[in-house]
């Protein structure tokens, strides 16, 4: 399948090779170095929640600092005839999510059905997802295909990256002192697809998809936690001819772009390249 086909749409499972795969076990040697007191499945279910992220945040600082990581990806982009010299991609963001998740005070605006442009993500961007511990059906997320062409209202316009990261950005702790004034984009009506798409997995798989997909994460109720690999990327000459999906309903402020960074040399996009993607998208 041609990488252009996320644009129209298209979705994919795919398999890791063995190589990919050496390079992401040391993710599960960190999740059962923080909860070694047993199954950390079970345990990140029964502990608090303030201390589970707590935990997440001592795992999410060993990956950044580890940056054979990302080695994983170039057997992928192989795969897909990507350049890894073109590629540009976002923190690799470990999330961990409870049996019975949906249940916490303030989890239902992070489990928000959204695209990832309402949150100021480039419409081309691609997204991977990779379960690193078992994820059943009807517990991981799901994708509304009908609406990849078809806009929905949304409070998107409300949203300002700027601010969003002065309050505490992706992945903040509940305890921020302005977590209170975030935004989380979301649909204003209900979401009605007669064909939804339901994402599961196990260590070894991933799931490839256009993030202007609108998706969503499903309640956990498998009785154990789920641990998963999201990553976000960009192709670098898809930026600078504009090639992608185009604005249907985004109305976001601001960019992710300067936060992506070269595969290989950690560089940043040039801002008039940058500025000139957001620009004929519609924001600002």
């Known amino acids: 399948m041609e ?3 996320l644009y129209e749409g298209k979705t994919h499972f795919g398999k890791l090779s063995k190589e990919s795969k050496s390079y992401l076990t040391p993710i599960h040697k960190y999740i059962q170095d923080e909860f070694p007191s047993g199954d950390p499945c079970l345990l990140t279910s ?37 350049d890894p010299n073109d590629v540009y991609l976002d923190l690799l963001r470990l999330r961990c ?14 489990q928000y059905i959204h695209r990832d442009p309402w949150y100021a993500n480039p419409e081309n961007q691609i997204n991977l997802w990779l379960p690193i511990t078992k994820v059943e059906l009807g517990s991981g997320f799901s994708l509304y295909p009908f609406y990849f062409k078809n806009p929905i209202e949304n409070n998107s316009h409300s949203f300002d990256y700027r601010h969003w990261m002065e309050t505490g950005g992706f992945q903040t702790s509940y ?3 302005k977590i209170g004034e975030k935004i989380f984009p979301k649909p204003s009506k209900p979401v009605s697809d007669p064909n939804p798409l339901s994402v599961a997995g196990d260590f070894g798989d991933y799931f490839i998809f256009a993030s202007h997909h609108l998706h969503g994460t499903n309640d956990n109720t498998q009785g154990h936690s789920r641990f998963s690999l ?10 600078k001819n504009k090639i992608g999906p185009k604005n249907i309903d985004n109305g976001s402020k601001g960019t992710t772009l300067y ?16 500025e000139s993607f ?7």
Request: zero cysteines.
């Open 175 to 177: 305890h921020h002192p």
């Open 230 to 239: 999201e990553v976000r990327l960009v192709i670098g000459e898809h930026i």
């Open 278 to 284: 957001v620009n004929q998208s519609g924001l600002s």
């Open 259 to 274: 936060e992506m960074k070269q595969l290989v040399t950690g560089e940043v996009l040039p801002t008039e390249v940058i």
């Open 46 to 82: 029964q502990i608090p929640y303030p201390q589970l992220q707590k935990g997440m945040a001592k795992i999410r600082s060993k990956i950044y600092e580890n940056h054979s990581i990302s080695k994983f990806l170039f057997p992928i982009l192989d795969e897909w005839n990507l």
């Open 3 to 5: 990488i252009n086909s």
């Open 97 to 110: 999510v409870p049996n019975g998740f949906h249940q916490l005070e303030g989890a239902e605006s992070v």
